[in-house]
């Protein structure tokens, strides 16, 4: 299949010429679609619910609609400004105020985003902890902010070791236990109902702090990512020209708020544009996904390689009992998409499925496939207008096309984050010559189509040939027996390293030598011989990170017997 020749499609990024959309952009006329241009002051929490909750044609329209097993609720403009001004009520009456860090650590529910929104109305900054996680994880990041405040469940507050935590003065609890009588907890549905449903709004600076966001914990200790309100700009102009909402599209982003992805555009980008946002509670499987598209009528989807892949493993027959004719685009973000998932996308779906790229610390999408853009499998696409991108040597020099080196973007851009929490020296070390590092290893094309190869330290250099393992676990997975890979250099006296691979296989398949070699033949013929593991391990799951992403380094680890590091965000 000839996949460069999918067919492009009219977008609300219309423009068919990039170049000229390019040239043309100034993130200056974006300010333009707020209020606060002409104030100067400025409130996300406004621009996302107040401001439809006041338009008379958008205020009764749902903004929410929360699915679980359990409970279906519909939550309009106007009822999230009223419930979000209860609980910032809530707040300003036990003392918590702007840049005060408030932490979430509960499941997604209607009572999470009127307490989020609350947050933001007082100016405090949002640090949104995803359920899973176990004691430790909670414990350092809670540590680690200093935050006063968390609002969580009482089944969750087992993991909390809140008389560990000096900082930690209120405990604020959704949900009934005996614990709300002592001193320091918070009953959330007895105050939220004596509260006023009208708040006097912080008005705060574009410069001012709203979220601590940790990384995902890939490569290492997770880190405190600061952002700021003025990062709304690139979460409304993304979300409208990449994931292509229009306003009577009902949208749904898979992503936990625990994840950046999950506030970026889970919270901030559909409501930006005065979207339908569907959260779907409850666990991954591909019938209760499905089922939710159909329901819903979903119509534009966000979600990560990582759920791509389970949903092409089981199969075709999986999606045929349920109508999902409304679903009408796609995007992807976590991970590199692999080529394999995209020509699955178009047989299942008859769409394309778009990679974005980018980080916690970037804020938002900088590297992207946008509708009315040709599309190449397996790159990431060109720069989003008002984002300049390249490639550049360890010095800080930019590199011609074609030569793999660090992705690097010009700083800054309205979504950049401004701090890592008390880490000035680590925020420091972004930056080089003006760039942002990204820590990831790609290159650009003459087309300046930008082609992901791995972490940098995740490149292998075997026989003198750097080798990215994303392009090596993409020709894994077209294997038809090939559930998941992943991809390491092992050292090795005489090639400097060698390629191992670790996979998993789909149904129906069983570990013999004649399938491993086939598999080896396979990669050999498609790529490369320098390319073909030399080592191939079958597991019965390859490590993630709760967020979906496969651990490299704990694959190295495990291998060379070294010690696994910070653990705290991999998937049980
Ligand atoms: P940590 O920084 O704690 O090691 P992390 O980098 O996985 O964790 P995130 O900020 O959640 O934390 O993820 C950003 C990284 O995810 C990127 O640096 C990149 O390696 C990977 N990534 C995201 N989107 C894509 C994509 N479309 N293609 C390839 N890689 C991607
Ligand atoms: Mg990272």
């Known amino acids: 299949m000839n996949m460069q020749r999918i067919e492009v499609k009219e977008g609300n990024f219309n423009l068919k010429d990039y170049q000229e959309a390019y040239k043309q952009f100034d993130w200056e006329d974006v300010k333009k679609e707020f209020s606060w241009s002409e104030t100067g002051k400025v409130n996300i929490a406004y621009e996302a619910v107040d401001r439809h909750a006041e338009n008379p044609d958008k205020a009764d329209q749902d903004a929410l609609i929360y699915s679980a097993p359990d409970r279906e609720e519909h939550v309009t403009f106007s009822q999230l400004k009223k419930s979000s001004n209860q609980f910032a009520n809530v707040l300003s009456s036990h003392g918590i105020e702007k840049g005060d860090r408030v932490f979430l650590f509960m499941p997604r529910s209607p009572e999470f985003y009127s307490a989020f929104f609350g947050i933001l109305k007082v100016g405090a900054i949002a640090g949104p902890l995803f359920e899973a996680f176990m004691e430790q994880a909670v414990r350092d990041r809670l540590e680690d902010s200093e935050a006063t405040m968390l609002i969580t469940t009482p089944e969750l507050l087992e993991r909390v070791p809140y008389s560990e935590l000096p900082h930690l003065k209120q405990i604020v609890l959704v949900g009934e236990d005996p614990e709300t009588n002592e001193e320091g907890f918070i009953d959330f549905h007895k105050e939220m109902n004596q509260a006023s ?118 199969g075709e027959e999986a999606v045929k009992p349920f109508d999902i004719s409304k679903l009408r685009h796609i995007a992807s973000v976590g991970e590199p998409l692999n080529p394999e998932v995209i020509a699955w996308g178009l047989d299942a779906f008859k769409l394309r499925i778009h990679d974005t790229w980018w980080m916690t610390e970037t804020g938002a999408q900088l590297i992207c496939n946008y509708p009315a853009m040709e599309m190449k499998p397996g790159s990431m696409g060109k720069p989003f207008p008002g984002i300049v991108a390249s490639i550049i040597d360890n010095e800080g020099n930019e590199l011609p096309p074609n030569q793999m080196g660090n992705l690097a973007i010009k700083a800054p851009w309205p979504s950049m984050m401004r701090a890592i929490w008390e880490r000035p020296e680590k925020f420091e070390s972004y930056f080089l010559n003006g760039w942002y590092i990204s820590g990831d290893s790609a290159y ?51 090639r400097g390293e060698i390629i191992k691979a670790f996979i998993t296989l789909n149904e129906g398949y069983q570990e013999s030598d004649e399938l491993l070699e086939d598999i080896r033949q396979f990669v050999k013929k498609g790529l490369s011989a320098h390319a073909a593991p030399r080592e191939l391990e079958v597991k019965d799951k390859i490590p993630k990170t709760r967020s979906g992403k496969i651990m490299r380094r704990l694959l190295k680890s495990w291998e060379l017997g070294l010690p696994t590091g910070d653990l705290s965000t991999l998937d049980e």
Not at 254 to 268: E, H, K, L, N, R
Not at 460 to 477: A, C, H, M, W, Y
Request: contains cysteine; hydrophobic residues 35%.
């Open 444 to 494: 650009y094309d003459e087309e300046g189509y930008f082609w992901f190869q791995g972490r940098l330290d995740d490149v292998i250099n075997t026989s003198g040939e750097r080798v990215g393992p994303f392009e090596v676990e993409s020709k894994l997975i077209e294997h038809e027996a090939v559930a998941e890979a992943g991809v390491i250099g092992k050292p090795d006296p005489e």
């Open 197 to 314: 449903e009208s708040f006097d709004m912080e008005w705060v600076d574009l410069e001012d702090g709203m979220l601590l966001h940790y990384t995902s914990g890939s490569t290492g200790k997770p880190k405190g990512v600061y952002h700021v309100h003025n990062a709304m700009l690139q979460h409304y102009q993304t979300t409208k020209w990449v994931l292509d909402v229009k306003e009577d599209d009902v949208y749904w982003c898979t992503a936990d708020p625990g994840w950046v992805t999950g506030t970026s555009y889970g919270i901030f980008g559909p409501w930006l544009n005065g979207v339908t946002n569907v959260i779907v509670g409850g666990r991954f499987s591909p019938e209760n996904w499905y089922k939710a598209i159909q329901d819903h009528g979903v119509t534009v989807w966000y979600s990560a390689p990582t759920a791509f892949r389970k949903l092409m493993s089981a």
